[in-house]
C-alpha cells in the first residue's frame, strides 16, 4: 500500500510539476527569497506576489534515519526503510527516501540530485540519489 | 510577573496502560484531587486552562463540577508547547487579574485510546487509497508519503543530526543515550507511580531494545499512557493564606518562530528550537541563571531531549550536552538532577504535567527521589516552552 500526497489549492503547482518532471519551489517576486513548503505570502517581506519557479535539483544530506518500526499500517511491509532531509542547494529542505543507494552508505553531507518516482499511477515524488556514482548500488 | 502567582495543588491519577475509564473521569478525578490539595472548593474556581488536544472541554468540567462562574478559560496548543504555556498563560491572567484561582488539567488515554506513536490518526484511508494532506510534519502531504509519520521519528533526524555534529560514532552516542534512559529509569524503581516502578535497566537491557527509528532505540522513547494531572495556581497572597508552602512562578514562557513547530524538519538549524534570546529572557525574567536552578525536569519525548535541553538551558554549549552527560549525569547527586520521577520515559506520559506536578513535589519535599534544599525547579521543552518554579 503506498501513501499517495492530497494536494490542496496552495500545493497544487508542486505536485504537478512533479508529475511533469520539474522540481519547483514558491520564490517571491519582490525580495526573490525561495521556500518550501509553500506559504500564501513571502516569510522575508510579505509581498503576496509568488511565482513558483524550477529548481536546481542539487543538494546535500542534511540528516538521516532508519526507521524499523511502522508508525502506519500502509508502510508496515515496507520496514526497515530510510528517511532523509536534504537541503537543497537553493535553501529549502525536503523530506526524501535516497534511491540508488544502499541504507548503509547514506551519509550526512553527501550531495544528491533529484529524480522522479511514480509511487501510484501519474503520482509521482520527487526523490533524491547520490550525485556520485561510487555509493550506487 | 515574577512570584505573583502560586501552585497551591496538585492531583494525579494512576498512570496505566489501560485506565479503564473515559478521559473526563480521569480528568475530575485529578482535578478534585488537586483542588483538595489546595484547600479551595469547586465554588472558587474562576479560571480554566487545558492543553488543546484534550477531549475534557472547559465546559464538561464546569458542568461536571457545578462550578458557578467561571470568567476565564483557555485552550493551548501543542503538546511540548503547551507543558509550560499552561503555566504561563496561568499565571498572566492571574498577575493580570483576569481570574483568580485557575484549574489546569491534562487528561489522556494515550495508551488504551488513541495512540500518539501511531500515524492513522493523521494520514487518511478512503478506500484503497491512503493519503497524506496539510503541510504537518511529520504525516503530511511532504513527509508522510515518504514514511515520515510521527514525532519519533522527526526526533530521530534531530539526533541524528546532532550526532554527526558532535562527532559521535553509534555506540558512543549509544552509551550517552543509555545513560539518561538508565538514570530516569532508576529514579521510577524509586516512584511507586512509576509505570516502570518495578522494571530494572541497566546498560546491557538498554542495547538489547530494539532499533525504533535509529538511531533512537525502544528505551530512548517515552511510554504511552493512561492518566491524568492537574494543578491549581492563584495569586501569591492567596497563596500564603491557603498553605505554608506554596510554590512560586518565577517565569514561564511559549516560544515559536518560522519552522520551529516542536516536531518541524524545516527549520535552518535543527540543533536550536529556541528563538533568539528567549532563553536568556526566561532567565531574566525570573531573576536567576542556570548555576542557580537545583533540579530540572525537561520534557523527554525521547532521551535525546535531555541532551539537548541541557545545551539550549545552559548547562554545556551547542553539541557538547552529550560530554557533560558523560562527565556530571543527571542522578540525584548530580550537580543537576533531572527528570527524578523517571520522566515521560518510565514514570509515564502526561504530557509533561507529571513534569509540573513533580517539579512541586521536589519544592515541597515530598518527591519519591527528594534533592536536597531543592529552591528552584527549571521545567523545559527543549525550547518550546519553559518556566522557572521556586519555594
Known amino acids: ?137 | 510577573m515574577r512570584g505573583s502567582a502560586a501552585i497551591v495543588g496538585i492531583g494525579q491519577t494512576e498512570i496505566s496502560r489501560d485506565s479503564g475509564r473515559s478521559e473526563w473521569v480521569l480528568a475530575l478525578d485529578a482535578i478534585r484531587a488537586a483542588l483538595a490539595d489546595a484547600g479551595v472548593e469547586p465554588d472558587d474556581v474562576d479560571g480554566l486552562i487545558r492543553y488543546s488536544y484534550d477531549n475534557v472541554t472547559p465546559a464538561m468540567v464546569v458542568r461536571a463540577l457545578g462550578i458557578p462562574d467561571v470568567r476565564w478559560f483557555s485552550d493551548i496548543p501543542f503538546g511540548g508547547t503547551a507543558q509550560c504555556g499552561v503555566i504561563a498563560q496561568a499565571a498572566a491572567a492571574i498577575h493580570a487579574g483576569i481570574a483568580r484561582i485557575v484549574v489546569v488539567w491534562r487528561a489522556l488515554n494515550e495508551r488504551s485510546g488513541v495512540r500518539y506513536g501511531r500515524a492513522e490518526r493523521h494520514i487518511e484511508t478512503d478506500g484503497p487509497v491512503v493519503y497524506a494532506h496539510g503541510d504537518r510534519t511529520p504525516s503530511g502531504q511532504f513527509s508522510g508519503p515518504f514514511g515520515l509519520h510521527v514525532p519519533g521519528q522527526s526526533m530521530a533526524l534531530w539526533a541524528q543530526r546532532y550526532a554527526h555534529e558532535a562527532g559521535l560514532d553509534t555506540d558512543g552516542f549509544a552509551s550517552v543515550l543509555g545513560k539518561v534512559a538508565i538514570q530516569q529509569r532508576a529514579y521510577a524503581n524509586a516512584n511507586p507511580a512509576a509505570m516502570m516502578h518495578d522494571r530494572l535497566l541497566d546498560l546491557d537491557g538498554y542495547l538489547a531494545g530494539r532499533m525504533i527509528s535509529e538511531p533512537l532505540r525502544l528505551f530512548d522513547y517515552c511510554l504511552e499512557s493512561d492518566g491524568a494531572a492537574a494543578f491549581v495556581m492563584t495569586d501569591a497572597a492567596t497563596a500564603r493564606a491557603l498553605r505554608s508552602d506554596p510554590v512560586y512562578v518565577l517565569a514561564a514562557q511559549q516560544s515559536l518562530f518560522p519552522n520551529s513547530e516542536p516536531i518541524t524538519v524545516y527549520a535552518e538549524d535543527l540543533m536550536v528550537h529556541s528563538g533568539a534570546g528567549n532563553v536568556a529572557k526566561l532567565y531574566r525574567d525570573a531573576g536567576v541563571g542556570p548555576g542557580d536552578i537545583s533540579v530540572a525536569q525537561f520534557y523527554d519525548a525521547t532521551s535525546f531531549m535531555v541532551l539537548s535541553d541541557l545545551e539550549t538551558y545552559g548547562f554545556a554549549p551547542r553539541a557538547a550536552g552529550w560530554q557533560y552527560v558523560l562527565e556530571h549525569g543527571i542522578g540525584p547527586e548530580a550537580p543537576l538532577p533531572v527528570n527524578t520521577h523517571g520522566g515521560h520515559l518510565s514514570e509515564g506520559y502526561l504530557h509533561g504535567m507529571n513534569h509540573i506536578t513533580e517539579a512541586v513535589r521536589q519544592l515541597r519535599g515530598t518527591a519519591c527521589t527528594q534533592v536536597r534544599n531543592a529552591e528552584k525547579v527549571l521545567l523545559g521543552c527543549n525550547g518550546a516552552s519553559a518556566a522557572i518554579l521556586a519555594r
Open chain 1, 1 to 137: 500500500m503506498v501513501i499517495v500526497p492530497k494536494p490542496d489549492a496552495l500545493t497544487r503547482p508542486y505536485w504537478d510539476a512533479a508529475r511533469a518532471g520539474r522540481l519547483v519551489a514558491q520564490r517571491c517576486n519582490v525580495c526573490s527569497r525561495i521556500w518550501h513548503p509553500p506559504l500564501p505570502s513571502c516569510p522575508a517581506c510579505g509581498a503576496q506576489s509568488i511565482v513558483w519557479i524550477p529548481l536546481s535539483g542539487n543538494g546535500v544530506i542534511y540528516s538521516h534515519t532508519i526507521i524499523h518500526h511502522a508508525a502506519h499500517a500502509a508502510v508496515a511491509d515496507r520496514t526497515p526503510y530510510l528517511v532523509a532531509l536534504v537541503t537543497l542547494d537553493e535553501g529549502p529542505r525536503l523530506v526524501s527516501n535516497i534511491l540508488d543507494c544502499p541504507m548503509r552508505a547514506v551519509r550526512i553531507g553527501m550531495r544528491v540530485a533529484v529524480t522522479f518516482q511514480e509511487i501510484a499511477p501519474d503520482i509521482f515524488l520527487p526523490q533524491f540519489r547520490p550525485l556520485e556514482a561510487g555509493v550506487r548500488s
